[in-house]
Structures are given as C-alpha cells and as structure tokens.
C-alpha cells in the first residue's frame, strides 16, 4: 500500500533538509524496485503556492502543490529554516494548515526548526519534542508547555515526530523507513547515502564533548576533557579542583561561569551520557555500566536515569529502538 508524503517548504527553508527527506524515501523506493517489489512512498513537494521556491542556499525546488488543494498526506514533513521566527511570522497559513488538518495526517515531522510551525500550531503541547540546539531555549521560553529536549537527535510522540537540527533529518526518516520496510532496507538506504544507521553514540545532537569545545578557559576545557575520558576517576570537585591547581571553592565558580553547569551536574550528564551509549550499544548488566561509567552502583545508576531522562535504565535500553527511537511512555 502506498504512503503518501508531503515534504513542505516555503521561501528560505533549509535545502539540505529537504534534499535529504526525499533521497531517503526515493532510496527506500529503489531499492523495493530492486527487489521486484512496488514502490512505497509517494512523495509531493508542497508549498504555500505553486512553482519555483528558493531554499536558503542556491538551490531552488519546485512545488507542485500549494497548502490546501488536496487533502493533507499520510505522512507531511516540515523542513526548518535559519531564521525560524521571521519565517513563522511570514508563513502563518502553514501553521492554520497545520491546526486544521491534524487530525486528518497519520504522522507529521517537524526537522529541526520546522518543529516550531507544530509548536506554534498547538501540536506540541503536552508532548516531548526535539529542535535544533540553538533555538532550544527560544521554544522552552515560546511554548512552556513542550518537554524539550535539546539533546535529542529525534524523538517520536505518539504521531508527531520531531528532530534536532539539519542532518538529523537522515536519522529520523532512516528510523520511519526502518519501521514501514525493515532493518535490512534501512540498512541498505543508509549504506547507499553513506551514513549511519544509528549514530555511533547514540541519541545525543550537542553532547557535553561539544561543549568542551565552546569552553575558552584552557584549564576548565582540559578539566572537561579528562572527564570524558575518565567518568569512572574520582571526579569530585576536591579532585577536580587539585587537577586544575585552583582553591575549590574557585574551580567551582569558574567552571560555572565558563560552562553553565557545576562541576557536579557536568559529571553526572557525562556519566549518564556514557551510561546511555552502553545501554544502547551492548548486553552488559547494568551493575557493570554503573561500575564502567563512574556511578558506582546500580542504585545510583538508576536514581541518575530516573531523575533526569524519568525512565530507569533497563526501560530504557527495552524502549531504544535499533535506529535510537526512544518512545514516550504510553507510545505504542
């Protein structure tokens, strides 16, 4: 049965996003045909009108459908945009489509910023969802009501499905083509566009490594390295503190300062970073995780879990899916 799919774009829409929503699927589609197998998605390009529409780069797509001359798709993705607010402002008759034919889609994708055009249409509400990085803050302060996770690489919530930023678009849509066709086909899409299947890692879009890199103090970055490569180390602030040749009490305000994290939040989400990488990855009992990524115990590793991702850790290695979905609980 085939499954129709709108990819939505509007003056200045990220190409790479799009470009990279329709090789998916068309890949997907091709290798069915090598198969002998009919196709699966049937893609549209869909606009707030019909014709050429400039991306943010030099390239240029052609809608061959405006917003409400057919019924929505079975699948409509939004792409998202470097200037997201000035584009939802221009472009509020795609959020009016978005409020009006929700009930009429099977799934609908906001990549990266695209994810504002679901939030400001009310979509979000009450759900977790995933954005690009830098307008993470803006959509926690624009719509208090959205769990954001600005970690995330994807998440999937019930029929909404929502993705950090640009390239993520190969993860999620990877991830939907894996659970309409299969692993094998997925794998073999992935393996043509040359990218992971499920990114070395796992799920995390700005982990604290990259942050380590923002930082400008050189002894607080070095700090930040050696945690990474050592969760299981005494990393208390009095060692950390002796490490970088600073009082304790002054590491701790400069690392602060220079990180937006105390020295013990840092630890954790690194340990916990590490913690999810092996559940994801591997069969290892979690008393042995908790040894190997510096929490000491199965307690403590599973009062991290629960405190800060509000699921413990064998749940969470039940509910990661081959392509890194992590569903919401009361998904099915």
């Given at each position: 049965?085939?499954?129709?799919?709108?990819?939505?774009?509007?003056p200045?829409?990220?190409?790479?996003?799009?470009?990279?929503?329709?090789?998916?699927?068309?890949?997907?589609?091709?290798?069915?045909?090598?198969?002998?197998?009919?196709?699966?998605?049937?893609?549209?390009?869909?606009?707030?009108?019909?014709?050429?529409?400039?991306?943010?780069?030099?390239?240029?797509?052609?809608?061959?459908?405006a917003?409400?001359?057919?019924?929505?798709?079975?699948?409509?993705?939004?792409?998202?945009?470097?200037?997201?607010?000035?584009?939802?402002?221009?472009?509020?008759?795609?959020?009016?489509?978005?409020?009006?034919?929700?009930?009429?889609?099977?799934?609908?994708?906001?990549?990266?910023?695209?994810?504002?055009?679901?939030?400001?249409?009310?979509?979000?509400?009450?759900?977790?969802?995933?954005?690009?990085?830098?307008?993470?803050?803006?959509?926690?302060?624009?719509?208090?009501?959205?769990?954001?996770?600005?970690?995330?690489?994807?998440?999937?919530?019930s029929?909404?499905?929502?993705?950090?930023?640009?390239?993520?678009?190969?993860?999620?849509?990877?991830?939907?083509?894996?659970?309409?066709?299969?692993?094998?086909?997925?794998?073999?899409?992935?393996?043509?566009?040359v990218?992971?299947?499920?990114?070395?890692?796992g799920?995390?879009?700005?982990?604290?490594?990259?942050?380590?890199?923002?930082?400008?103090?050189?002894?607080?970055?070095?700090?930040?390295?050696?945690?990474?490569?050592?969760?299981?180390?005494?990393?208390?602030?009095?060692?950390?503190?002796?490490?970088?040749?600073?009082?304790?009490?002054?590491f701790?305000?400069?690392?602060?300062?220079?990180?937006?994290?105390?020295?013990?939040?840092?630890?954790?989400?690194?340990r916990?970073?590490a913690?999810?990488?092996?559940?994801?990855?591997?069969?290892?009992?979690?008393?042995?995780?908790?040894?190997e990524?510096g929490?000491?115990?199965?307690?403590?590793?599973?009062?991290?879990?629960?405190?800060?991702?509000?699921?413990t850790p064998?749940?969470?290695?039940?509910?990661?899916?081959?392509?890194?979905?992590?569903?919401?609980?009361?998904?099915?």
């Amino acid at each position: 049965m085939r499954t129709t799919v709108d990819i939505v774009i509007y003056p200045g829409f990220k190409a790479i996003e799009a470009v990279g929503a329709i090789n998916v699927f068309d890949y997907a589609n091709t290798r069915l045909r090598q198969l002998g197998c009919e196709p699966k998605y049937e893609l549209r390009l869909v606009g707030p009108g019909v014709g050429t529409i400039q991306s943010d780069t030099l390239i240029s797509l052609n809608a061959t459908k405006a917003l409400g001359s057919l019924p929505p798709a079975d699948v409509v993705v939004i792409v998202g945009a470097r200037d997201i607010v000035n584009v939802l402002a221009a472009c509020g008759d795609i959020v009016d489509w978005c409020r009006t034919c929700a009930d009429k889609m099977n799934i609908i994708v906001g990549l990266c910023s695209g994810s504002f055009f679901l939030a400001e249409a009310g979509l979000l509400s009450g759900r977790r969802a995933a954005t690009h990085w830098s307008v993470a803050e803006l959509m926690r302060q624009r719509y208090p009501g959205i769990q954001v996770d600005a970690d995330a690489i994807f998440v999937r919530d019930s029929y909404v499905w929502t993705s950090a930023g640009v390239t993520a678009v190969f993860d999620l849509v990877l991830a939907m083509v894996e659970e309409d066709l299969g692993r094998d086909i997925a794998l073999s899409v992935a393996r043509d566009l040359v990218v992971y299947l499920k990114r070395p890692g796992g799920q995390s879009q700005f982990s604290e490594h990259l942050l380590s890199q923002m930082t400008a103090h050189p002894r607080v970055r070095d700090i930040q390295d050696y945690i990474h490569r050592s969760p299981k180390a005494d990393l208390s602030v009095k060692a950390l503190a002796a490490r970088a040749a600073m009082s304790a009490r002054n590491f701790s305000r400069v690392f602060l300062k220079e990180t937006g994290h105390t020295p013990s939040e840092y630890v954790e989400q690194t340990r916990l970073d590490a913690a999810r990488r092996l559940l994801e990855d591997g069969e290892q009992p979690l008393k042995r995780i908790a040894l190997e990524t510096g929490f000491g115990s199965e307690g403590r590793l599973r009062q991290a879990f629960q405190r800060r991702l509000n699921v413990t850790p064998g749940a969470y290695r039940e509910r990661f899916a081959s392509t890194g979905v992590l569903k919401v609980a009361g998904d099915s």
